[in-house]
């Protein structure tokens, strides 16, 4: 469980963030000075500190610098009701996560811890991330005997201690992101920051606060200061995955950031110098979308100065194997389970699947036959059953459900109006409607499926 101290010589106070916090389910203890809470934190681990900055003895400020010195990883939120920007930048320097000024909103504290947690959470896997790389054959964890993967491995050998911008592209599902991991945490970087970001999952009018932040008052809503997640990352690797997704307007920014190594978060007349390596992703053909004028080709050039290709694994067939006894082995020891290998007939199944969904359904597949499996081997009848199914086609053009994602993938703007429309159909009628399923069937994201149901009025 998620442990929180409470720092406050206001016992009203106190009582009053003991609440919030144990209604979100959080362990919380609480302090009255701080000398009590440097008593707490020697003999106690905490995830999270919130603290007054105003307190007899040890003040806030004081308490924070030497709880970083104690656990230099641990996040502290100071809440304070006689805020100054002098004292705003001064916890920030002294490693504050964030700084609150009372009153403050209920909702909006709320998110600013979940958001602090997260931020803690991802660093501790980036913890164990490091602990892991060079487990499998030195090779990073990432699991892969193909030849198209031994070039992945020769790459990232070759880039890791560069700070030269790198692109990689593929299907989703592919690892692109554990390629990027390994990049970062191989490098000259390794100690600094991983923040990978999923520019399709962000809504639009709000990317480019997410990623450079923005001033108090800069817009409604803008409650507090924020600081964007290139700033979360200076001196380490921002991972911009699903790039293509990112709007006209914050590629021009992302431009310049680039170029001037500047941030400016919005509503602010600053300008902040931040030091990042940029890894990007995109399973969309990015040459196509610049000749749409959907991607500034400047920008393209600043990012794709170093490529990877992550094969699919249709074009992998080598890795196939290996993938499903590591994924077994997993899924063994999460559900406290033998089981010992894949039946012939089982492994012939998996061995000539085409993968529209690449590694991500070849786990998910594992996973589930690891759940429900009664034997001491994965039998065919643990696998999902379409997946035994052989030569069945789907709608009236004639395609299998794979020939749908691959059509889709990559050469989507390229098909005529009309087939695209009905490949859309056929998708949504194989996944019953569900429009989740079908976006990993076409290999696009829901931003997309969306628009192309509107602009064709289809019926889902």
Not at 202 to 231: C, D, Q
Not at 256 to 266: A, F, L, S, W
Request: proline share 3%.
């Amino acid at each position: 469980m998620i442990t929180i101290l409470v720092v406050d010589d206001d016992k009203s106070m106190r009582e009053f963030l003991e609440l919030i916090l144990k209604r979100e389910r959080y362990n919380v203890t609480c302090a009255r000075d701080g000398a009590d809470a440097l008593l707490l934190l020697k003999d106690n681990i905490f995830d999270l500190i919130i603290t007054d900055l105003m307190m007899p003895a040890i003040n806030g400020l004081e308490l924070l610098k030497k709880a970083k010195e104690l656990y230099p990883g641990i996040k502290v939120i100071v809440i304070t009701a006689f805020g100054t920007i002098e004292t705003a930048i001064e916890a920030i320097k002294l490693g504050a996560y964030d700084y609150i000024t009372k009153p403050f909103n209920n909702d909006d504290l709320r998110l600013r811890i979940r958001r602090a947690l997260e931020i803690q959470r991802m660093e501790q896997e980036n913890i164990l991330l490091k602990q892991k790389l060079g487990i499998t054959d030195g090779k990073w964890d990432i699991i892969g005997v193909s030849s198209a993967m031994q070039d992945v491995f020769n790459l990232i050998e070759r880039v890791k201690d560069t700070r030269t911008n790198v692109l990689l592209y593929g299907e989703s599902g592919t690892g692109k992101e554990l390629v990027a991991r390994a990049i970062h945490y191989q490098g000259t970087r390794k100690d600094k920051p991983f923040i990978p970001i999923n520019c399709g999952a962000i809504p639009e009018n709000l990317v480019e606060s997410e990623l450079f932040g923005h001033k108090r008052g800069a817009f409604t809503g803008a409650v507090e200061n924020k600081k964007g997640l290139f700033l979360e990352a200076d001196g380490g690797t921002v991972f911009l995955d699903e790039v293509g997704e990112l709007p006209l307007q914050t590629q021009v920014k992302l431009l310049r950031v680039i170029q001037d190594k500047k941030i400016k978060p919005i509503g602010d007349n600053a300008e902040y110098p931040v030091d990042v390596r940029i890894i990007s992703a995109t399973n969309k053909n990015l040459r196509e979308l610049v000749k749409e004028a959907k991607f500034r080709e400047d920008l393209f050039y600043r990012l794709n100065v170093i490529q990877i290709e992550m094969k699919p694994l249709r074009e992998r067939k080598d890795d196939i194997v290996p993938l499903a006894r590591h994924f077994l082995d997993r899924y063994n020891r999460e559900f406290s389970k033998s089981i010992r290998d894949f039946s012939k007939e089982t492994m012939d199944i998996l061995k000539s699947h085409f993968y529209p969904g690449n590694i991500r359904e070849l786990e998910n597949i594992v996973e589930r036959a690891v759940a429900i499996e009664a034997t001491p081997v994965i039998l065919p009848e643990s696998l999902p059953a379409d997946l035994v199914r052989t030569g069945e086609e789907s709608g009236r053009h004639g395609y299998t459900l794979d020939d749908i994602a691959v059509r889709f993938n990559g050469v989507i703007d390229n098909l005529l109006n009309t087939i695209e429309k009905g490949l859309i159909e056929d998708a949504l009628q194989a996944c019953s409607g569900d429009r989740t399923k079908a976006c990993t069937l076409l290999g696009i994201p829901m931003r997309s499926l969306r628009y192309r149901i509107k602009k064709y009025d289809i019926s889902d």
